[in-house]
């Protein structure tokens, strides 16, 4: 056998479980998520530690983990969230997880990107309730974050570009691969119970994978929260409206992804649905015109617990200690 000829064989015997493998990829409504890529390994560390750091917050209490809480699927499992001096915010946190595939930030997209929105939580007087200016000061004074600052962008200046860069990168890395939805799509037969996959045929033949759909399973559009019945809450949001001043937008919220939907709760931008299985009904009645018997909305709901995902994993960053000239905390305001 000639040199071409034997290269021809060997590929063609490795390409036929590669093509295997890429055909077993299931063609649904919902895609698989992949694993991070790290760029700069650097800039995600720094990210990392700003992230955990309350001293972003006027008080010296609140950190961004405060609310979106990486050992709860990246929120903080409350109605609405506590922010600065015990204020009740008006709107439920969302996940952190798997927000880099949102096509917009908040729940009516008003920041176009992570790295936009990072800044806005660290001068919101209701959460952080510190200053832009004052949340440079307190970093540009630690010794230990300025070393950072210079691994990751070459210099030590630190800016708040530089800050909410950094958190997006990390924010990035929040992905969460593995779920046994996930498996199942790339083929594994077994990764779901009968129940299970009953449930996702459910899901998908009824409908919701209008607007849930994706790797995500969500974020990708704004919808009507009440498409077909009017959705009852007490909360004075308005969603998209508030951003485009359209009339039309009324109502409609970024449609939340459903990954990790099992660690969120409660739900909706209100909060007010506590479990999974009152979401669904919701979601059914509201959005579809359709009452799922009690077996459908406990298959639907099993499900929905197979989109959890490897959760992030990483060592606890060691703060940095503030230097003596470090402007210190206000941890209370009569
Ligand atoms: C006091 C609680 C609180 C703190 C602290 C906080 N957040 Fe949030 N976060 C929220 C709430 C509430 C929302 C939803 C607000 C809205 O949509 O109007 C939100 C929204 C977000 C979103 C948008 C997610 C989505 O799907 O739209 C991201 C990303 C995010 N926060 C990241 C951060 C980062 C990074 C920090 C730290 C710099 C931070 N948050 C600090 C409560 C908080
Ligand atoms: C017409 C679009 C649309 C359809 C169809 C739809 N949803 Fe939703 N879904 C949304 C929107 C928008 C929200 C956020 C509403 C809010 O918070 O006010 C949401 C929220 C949810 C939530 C809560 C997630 C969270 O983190 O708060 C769950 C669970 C959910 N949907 C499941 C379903 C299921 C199950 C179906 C099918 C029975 C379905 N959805 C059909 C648009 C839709």
């Known amino acids: 056998m000639n040199r071409g000829k034997l290269l021809t064989v060997i590929f063609l015997v490795t390409a036929v479980p590669t093509a295997a493998v890429i055909a077993a990829v299931r063609s649904e409504p919902i895609q698989p998520i992949e694993p991070a890529k790290v760029a700069n390994p650097a800039l995600v560390e720094l990210g990392k530690k700003l992230y955990f750091d309350p001293r972003l917050s006027k008080s010296g209490f609140i950190s961004c983990n405060s609310c979106h809480n990486l050992s709860m699927g990246g929120t903080d499992n409350i109605k609405t969230s506590i922010g600065h001096n015990w204020q009740e915010g008006p709107i439920n946190a969302p996940t952190v997880l798997n927000s880099s595939m949102n096509l917009a930030q908040f729940w009516d997209g008003r ?14 007087p209701g959460e952080m309730a510190f200053s832009h200016v004052l949340a440079v000061d307190v970093i540009q004074s630690i ?27 990390f924010e990035e890395t929040l992905v969460t691969p593995n779920s046994r939805f996930d498996l199942w799509l790339k083929g594994d037969d077994k990764a779901l119970t009968k129940v299970e996959l009953e449930g996702y045929t459910l899901f998908r033949d009824s409908g919701c ?7 995500a399973a969500g974020g990708n559009s704004f919808q009507k929260m009440g498409l077909i019945e009017p959705y009852k809450s007490t909360s ?18 970024k449609v939340p992804t459903l990954r990790n939907v099992e660690l969120t709760y409660p739900y909706f931008h209100d909060g007010a649905a506590n479990t999974l299985g009152e979401a669904v009904d919701i979601m059914g009645r509201l959005q579809l015109g359709r009452k799922f018997s009690d077996e459908e909305n406990a298959k639907i709901v099993s499900f929905l617990k197979t989109l959890t995902g490897d959760q992030p994993s990483f060592l606890l960053p060691i703060l940095p200690p503030s230097a003596d000239n470090t402007p210190r905390p206000t941890p209370f305001e009569k």
Do not use: W
């Not at 920041?111 to 919101?124: C, H, V």
């Not at 010794?143 to 570009?161: C, L, M, R, S, W």
């Open 236 to 253: 004075p949001s308005e969603g998209r409206s508030a951003v485009t001043g359209k009339d039309a937008d009324r109502f409609n919220f």
């Open 143 to 169: 010794p230990g974050y300025t070393e950072e600052f210079k691994k990751a962008f070459g210099n030590e200046t630190v800016d708040i570009d530089k800050m909410t860069l950094a958190i997006a990168a």
């Open 209 to 215: 994978v209008a607007c849930h759909n994706g790797p």
């Open 111 to 124: 920041a176009a990107d992570l790295k936009e929105q990072a800044g806005g939580p660290i001068a919101n």
